[in-house]
């Protein structure tokens, strides 16, 4: 079918749904499983606790849970949908995606979709992704999902990396704004592909595939080289998101709030303070979460929004670091249609 061009328009997050499993992980629980304590946990990340899934639960079911939920408060049925992007580091399979096992599972008859493999900058690349496509007029009303289930790929004797990661996920409707001040302003995407092997999953893909060796030399769970990570998250959360505020004229007192992906509270405070914004501004929820990979910037939008943190109208800038690395930073004049 031949695209007919539409007049560029601005896009907006139109509704905002999150889901967490049920089942909590504490720190106390992890004291058992490995040699930490809930002291080094909270001092080092800021983690309590997190949310994991039950056996057979994948990233498509919570992603269903999220989705309808925000198609029904954007006051649309499934069928409206016309695109599903699904940021993801644990989809379902390989193949098919993620995208396509939402589609089936939530009856979106209309949406064609795919997943997008940027970590923990999944679902803003997503949102980016998603926002220029409804702006260009290429989609009406597209559904962007950012979430993980992390413990299928964690190692539960590594203390290095199991303290941190919880599962969960959040969905977004995007469409063209009716009023051109909201929506989508600006965003800074960049990656750093020499970061790779700072974190990683070393095998189950084309370079590596699934042997019996590699089960047996835990190659299949998530390895990271935490201080990099660390030092590499602060610099460049800051520098994303100091690019996006001079490109628009505008300084850190312009900001309402800040939503930075949450892997560590000391490097969202750390960037914070670098930009100049003061703590009131940011938003933390990473005690009760932990790190959801894509799905950490969705839930702590919700909560801003649950909370009357966020309120529509207010200047919000997003920001995440991730694997690869991948780096993005999103301005938004907030404002959903609920
Ligand atoms: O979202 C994806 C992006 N990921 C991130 O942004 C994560 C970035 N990195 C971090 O958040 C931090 O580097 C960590 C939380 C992973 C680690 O904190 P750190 O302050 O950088 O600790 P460290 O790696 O320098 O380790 C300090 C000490 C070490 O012991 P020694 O060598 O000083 O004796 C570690 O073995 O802490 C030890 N350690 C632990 N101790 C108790 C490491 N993990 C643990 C643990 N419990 N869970």
Known sequence: MPLTPQPIRRARVSSLATYVPPRLLTNADLEKLVDTSNEWILQRTGIEQRHIVEKGVGTSDLAKEAALVAIARAGLT????????VGTTTPDTLFPSTACRLQAKIGAVNAWGFDLGAACSGFLYGLTTAANMVAAGASQRALVVGGDVMSSIIDYTDRTTCVIFGDGAGAVVVEASDDDRIGVIDFENYVDGHGGSALQMPAGGSLMPTTAETVAQRLHYVKQDGQTVFKFAIRNTEEACRRVLERNNLTANDIDLFVSHQANRRIIMGAAEKL??????????IERFG?????????????AVNTGRLKNGDLVMLASVGAGFTVGAVLIRWGTKA
Request: proline share 13%.
């Open 276 to 285: 100049g914004l003061p703590p009131e501004k940011v938003i933390i929820n």
């Open 291 to 303: 790190n959801t990979t894509a799905g950490t910037i969705p839930i702590a939008l919700d909560e």
């Open 78 to 85: 499934p069928a409206d949908i016309d695109l599903i992007i």
